[in-house]
């Protein structure tokens, strides 16, 4: 009786963790597939509004995430310095404007210092 008491206690712990596992891979947007090194903040904007519009926010898309060439160069202190140009209003007004849309953004960087 013990047995079948701790088999039922064991079944219904592994079926409680299966429930927390996701039922998606994660599911989002990147530049890189698409754009390369062509980034820019109207771009970005562009595509914010195109992931809410098209539906696809709606079916479980969260992520809008730039890949690489968003950046000039490292400051002084080995920080990732966004490319003015492209870039006008900066990466936090970028994240608000993302972050309005009900998505979440992502930036590629590497641990690297050059």
């Not at 599911?27 to 903040?41: H, T």
């Not at 992502?106 to 050059?114: E, F, I, K, P, R």
Request: hydrophobic content about 40%.
């Amino acid at each position: 009786m013990r047995l079948a008491l701790v088999a039922a206690l064991c079944s219904l712990a592994i079926t409680n963790a299966a429930d927390d596992l996701a039922r998606t891979p994660p599911m989002g947007w990147n530049s890189w597939n698409k754009f390369g090194c062509d980034v820019s903040e109207k771009l970005m904007k562009e595509m914010a509004d195109a992931v809410v519009a098209s539906g696809m926010k709606d079916a479980g898309y969260q992520y809008l995430v730039i890949d690489d060439c968003w950046q000039v160069r490292r400051d002084a202190e080995g920080r990732i310095v966004p490319d003015p140009d492209r870039f006008p209003s900066g990466m936090k007004a970028l994240a608000d404007y993302v972050h309005g849309k009900g998505l979440k953004f992502g930036l590629y960087s590497d641990a690297g210092t050059g």
